[in-house]
Nanobody, 127 residues
């Protein structure tokens, strides 16, 4: 089992940057593919970025490609999302998620494919 706790975010000006972190507890973190999702009230949760179990592969939603970077530190049981050139449209609650897997290179894109979720952290980008 994996427990996830997000931190970071808050209020950021358009064009600015912020970094989200997700601390994981549990022995299966290094055996988990990770994902970042976001959700705006009244809308479906959407994929933002994914990272394979080994960290060797990443994938980004088109809306954040070139602006966001996902990374992980398996020694510290953390995954991070660096968010640059933020836009008001990036405002949402951001969630990290984990999927236990034996695949070192796979990434998953749908919320239903993930096993564990953090509680979410709010990012608000002001124009």
């Amino acid at each position: 089992q994996v427990q996830l706790v997000e931190s970071g975010g808050g209020l950021v000006q358009a064009g600015g940057s912020t970094r989200l972190s997700c601390a994981a507890s549990g022995r299966t973190f290094s055996s988990s593919a990770m994902g970042w999702f976001r959700q705006v009230s009244g809308k479906e949760r959407e994929f933002v970025a994914g990272l394979s179990r080994s960290g060797s592969r990443t994938y980004y939603a088109d809306s954040v490609k070139g602006r966001f970077t996902v990374s992980r530190d398996n020694a510290k049981n953390t995954v991070s999302l660096q968010m640059n050139s933020l836009e008001p449209e990036d405002s949402a609650v951001y969630y990290c998620a984990a999927r236990y897997t034996s695949s070192h290179g796979s990434i998953w894109y749908r919320p239903a494919e993930y096993d564990y979720w953090g509680q979410g952290t709010q990012v608000t980008v002001s124009s």
